[in-house]
């Protein structure tokens, strides 16, 4: 067998895999299988979308559950796919078009545009799906799916019509989100928030009989073109008397009434507020309350229409200054403050939300509140993290029709034919195609011309992706799906729409469980530019500082959100090519805490590609002593299946086998319980700090044939065999490139043996070589076995001989490289027994020349204790002028601080007027360095210079 490259270089072993797992179909299901099945469906990335940091997070957590229990032994199916996205996909293609075309949307015939579109998403769905296939997504391919392909189509117009013909959907005049950037509504959560600094105007409207003015302050002064009333609380005794009057309105003349409401709040402005019902939902709630006109002053496209009279045209930015620039004219301004506004903007377009009239569809949401919250309250559905429970029932409480008609081109097209003399007649067909009625008559029928929300394809994705509404082998065996992992952002868009209309078609909630991530923040760094603004630094300077180099004072950081403008983006697929797939999977994976954000610089990929080497290089190691030399034999199957020699296990054997007994113990938990940081980093400890740092040192004599019998070192080739195995396959979901590649490499030298009278740890290991690739390899489960009595509790007692020995060393400023001898005296003989049965221990982990047991020591040496026996290491001729010279200096430093010290504690002016908490600190302080003094003068007693 030829020798492992001495560097681990993904460049070859990912496309080399990537292209096994795919030739191979090894992610392929059966779904006639008598295999318990997993299944999860991923959440759809934008069909014209760019892997980013948030696709790399979720895919991978997927990734690891889907790994891990399909080398459990289930039927795992993990359902790829893209969505339409279709404000996002429409916004891009017309983008397009008018740069290559010089021609608006609406330049085309709808089903002209439509086969832009089409081609546009032909031509870019390969490029979303190649690059989760790149981070290792273990899905099958074969069955990803389009939220607009055939099947997908067919389930959108079976639960329209389901709902529809159950008088669920209703369509309505009323207010909505309205986007004026894509002309079309939103849902009331599809709408981010953003605090903005604006004013708060305060305007006079004169009362009719001319007596008197009121004063009302209001926000957006736009909007006073289409005010019907002015109200107040009906609890403010300052405005009583009033409420029944009748103002006139300056801009437009208009009269209108003075009334009372409790949506009022007497505390803002003056406590009397405007009401433009068309244009503000609390005020459309108290327009319907009493009745009010409803005037619309908005086009579709954000300006002022016929409405506003002189305003007309000025869109709703350029009418606000005008309209407060005339009631200053017209001496109707009283004043302006400053003031922070909270406003909508579109999460799509990010156009301030305008809320606007308009005739949409809506799902009546009252009807399935209840069953939401009893979802989660009786856990039939568990969120993870617990804590989201409590902002879930929120939502539910506060919970809205669901506004899902869009004034779109690209998306399903809502399935309602109208009759051309009467609209009112209306046809909801749920098959594909034309209605038959529309067949036979054409010309007496026209489709309803908006499409619908894609949140509401989105939400049938667990089932329709499954062959909903057929009952197909994928639907019988796999719904419902197991878990859904998504950020926690779409809890409402997209999780709550997908039980209740999971539950409604097929009688079942889509997933039992929902394990919402955090959103990954990255660290942004400005400076500040004279005279005020800031200036974000170039991608270039801002890897310096996520690498660990200190920014200079002028640069100021913190973390935030990833955002391009910011420069706090970290592109997966850069991250990637400088530090490989996995180290890339296992940084998100020990990020993913369960918390609502999630830190993450450019030094985390770092870390886990050293990582990746130190697999690589424990593996070559390891490899190295199993292929044998001239002078050393190999490890034979043969050899290989008669399991290990438990005569000839030392300590170091017993304990690392039960480590990693107990590592695989804790790692199944954790993946149990979505602790996707807590499986990277206890895989990561045994492998680096247990395996690595300590056994593999420990074993270094043995395998080397330098110590040991050659039972021994047959033992120490079949654990490392068995270590290999198991780690391999344990940190497969997270880190699946290399592993496949180790794992290979092992199977390669060691598949060729038998199942029969091994050990458990040797039969586990051979039953994993059986499997044709790591990936369908069965997980690692905790073995049977009985370590002697105390092996954890003895291996810890030699782990503290050995720190404390390079302790002492540490504190003799000894060079690594001088060998010591080490006097062991004292300890009833319990842990001097312990020590010598081990000592190969120590002497495979320190520089000792040799160790002696209850002798004096010969001149003068440094010490420490573990419980009741002393160790001791003579101090080198050459450096006990060293170490004195260093205590005395230490001992001058020691003895002027206490001087300062003790004059403070006894300086009466100090006492008076310092803190107690200060006078208390400056004691403790006085008393350690008592106690160190003390220290440093017993050393150089030792020394003989006290």
Not at 669 to 685: G, I, M, R, T, V
Not at 896 to 925: C, H, M
Request: net charge negative.
């Amino acid at each position: 067998m030829s020798e492992l490259a001495k560097a681990y270089d993904c460049t070859t072993v990912e496309p080399k895999w990537l292209k096994k797992w795919e030739e191979g179909s090894f992610f392929k299901v059966n779904s006639n299988s008598t295999k318990p099945p997993y299944c999860i469906v991923m959440p759809p990335p934008n069909v014209t979308g760019k892997l980013h940091m948030g696709h790399a997070l979720v895919n991978t957590l997927q990734d690891i559950l889907i790994r891990w229990k399909r080398m459990q032994g289930f039927e795992a199916l993990w359902i790829p796919g893209t969505d339409h996205a279709g404000i996002a996909t429409q916004t891009v293609v017309e983008k397009f078009l008018l740069k290559t075309t010089g021609k608006r949307r609406t330049d085309f015939a709808r089903d002209e545009f439509l086969e832009h579109v089409w081609k546009w998403k032909e031509e870019n769905q390969d490029h979303i799906i190649n690059q989760l296939k790149r981070i290792g997504s273990s899905c099958d391919w074969s069955k990803q799916m389009f939220t607009m392909d055939e099947q997908n189509n067919r389930a959108v117009r079976v639960m329209f019509k389901k709902l529809f013909d159950a008088k669920k959907i209703y369509r309505g005049y009323r207010l909505v989100n309205w986007d004026t950037i894509t002309q079309t509504a939103l849902a009331d959560d599809e709408v981010e928030y953003e605090e903005k600094a604006s004013f708060l105007w305060y305007f006079k409207y004169p009362l009719k009989d001319g007596s008197d003015f009121v004063t009302v302050a209001t926000t957006r002064p736009e909007t006073m073109l289409g005010d019907t009333a002015i109200a107040v609380s009906p609890k403010d005794d300052r405005y009583a008397s009033w409420i029944g009057k009748t103002v006139i309105q300056p801009l437009t003349n208009r009269e209108i009434p003075i009334i009372a409401d409790h949506l009022v709040d007497p505390s803002f402005g003056t406590g009397m507020v405007k009401i433009t019902p068309a244009h503000d939902p609390n005020d459309y709630q108290m327009g319907m309350k009493h009745n009010l006109p409803f005037i619309n002053i908005m086009t579709p496209d954000g300006k002022i229409n016929e409405e506003g009279g002189k305003f007309c045209n000025l869109s709703m930015e350029e009418a606000r200054q005008a309209t407060v620039d005339e009631m200053r004219h017209l001496g109707f301004l009283v004043k302006i403050e400053p003031h922070i506004n909270r406003v909508g903007v579109s999460y799509r377009s990010k156009a301030v939300i305008e809320p606007f009239m308009s005739k949409q569809w809506f799902i009546k949401m009252d009807d399935f509140a209840e069953k939401l919250k009893e979802a989660v309250m009786e856990e039939k559905t568990r969120l993870i993290p617990k804590n989201w429970e409590n902002t879930y029932y929120h939502w539910i409480n506060n919970l809205q029709d669901w506004c899902i008609s869009r004034q779109l081109w690209w998306g399903h097209r809502i399935p309602i034919w109208y009759h051309k003399d009467n609209p009112e007649i209306m046809i909801c067909y749920d098959g594909l195609g034309l209605p038959p009625e529309v067949k036979e008559s054409p010309n007496d029928w026209v489709q309803e011309n908006d499409v619908l929300d894609t949140w509401f394809s989105s939400g049938l994705w667990p089932f329709s992706t499954l062959g909903w509404p057929e009952n197909t082998p994928d639907f019988q065996k796999f719904y419902p799906t197991s878990v859904l992992v998504t950020g926690y952002d779409i809890l409402f868009f997209w999780v709550a729409r997908m039980m209740f209309m999971g539950e409604l078609a097929t009688g079942k909630l889509p997933f039992p469980e929902v394990y919402l991530h955090g959103l990954i923040y990255g660290k942004s760094y400005w400076r500040n530019n004279v005279g005020g603004g800031i200036t974000y630094i170039s991608e270039e300077e801002r890897q310096t500082y996520d690498l660990g180099k200190m920014p200079p004072s002028d640069v100021q950081h913190k973390w935030e959100k990833m955002s391009k403008s910011k420069g706090n983006v970290i592109d997966p697929l850069e991250i990637i090519k400088d530090y490989g797939t996995d180290a890339m999977r296992m940084a998100l994976c020990s990020s993913a805490n369960q918390s609502r954000e999630i830190d993450l610089e450019r030094r985390k990929f770092e870390e886990f590609k050293n990582f990746a080497n130190k697999i690589w290089n424990g593996a070559r190691f390891s490899f190295l002593h199993l292929d044998g030399s001239e002078n050393l034999s190999k490890l034979t199957p043969k050899e290989f299946e008669e399991g290990l020699d438990f005569l000839n296990l030392k300590l170091e054997d017993y304990w690392i086998l039960t480590v990693l007994n107990n590592t695989v113990e804790e790692v199944l938990k954790s993946l149990e319980n979505y602790q996707f940081d807590q499986a990277a980093l206890k895989s990561y400890d045994f492998f680096w700090k247990e395996f690595c740092a300590y056994y593999l040192e420990i074993a270094k004599p043995v395998l080397f044939g330098k110590a040991g019998s050659f039972a021994e070192r047959k033992n120490k080739q079949k654990i490392l065999a068995i270590i290999l195995s198991s780690s391999m396959r344990l940190l497969h979901p997270i880190a699946p490139f290399i592993t496949e590649e180790i794992f290979g490499l092992l199977k390669d030298r060691l598949e060729n043996t038998t199942l029969e009278n091994q050990d458990p740890f040797t039969q586990d290991a051979i039953k994993a070589l059986k499997a044709p690739i790591c990936a369908l390899a069965p997980y690692p489960n905790v073995c049977s076995f009985m370590a002697p009595e105390k092996t954890m509790e003895d291996f810890q007692l030699m782990e503290s001989v050995v720190y404390t020995i390079r302790n002492i060393r540490g504190e003799m400023k000894l060079p690594p490289g001088v060998a010591t001898d080490i006097y062991i005296s004292g300890g009833q003989n319990k842990l001097q027994s312990l020590i010598q049965t081990n000592q190969h221990i120590l002497f495979a982990l320190l520089k000792i020349t040799a160790i002696y047991f209850n002798l004096e020591v010969k001149g003068i040496c440094a010490t420490g204790v573990i419980q009741d026996v002393t160790l001791s290491i003579p101090i080198p001729e050459e450096l006990i002028e060293k170490e004195i010279q260093r205590l005395e200096k230490e001992k001058i430093r020691l003895t002027q601080s206490l001087e300062k010290l003790k004059n403070q504690l006894l300086n009466e002016d100090f006492i008076a007027r310092a803190p107690q908490a200060l006078i208390e600190k400056q004691k403790e302080q006085q008393n350690q360095q008592e106690k160190e003094l003390e220290e440093v003068t017993d050393k150089l007693k030792t020394l003989g210079k006290v």
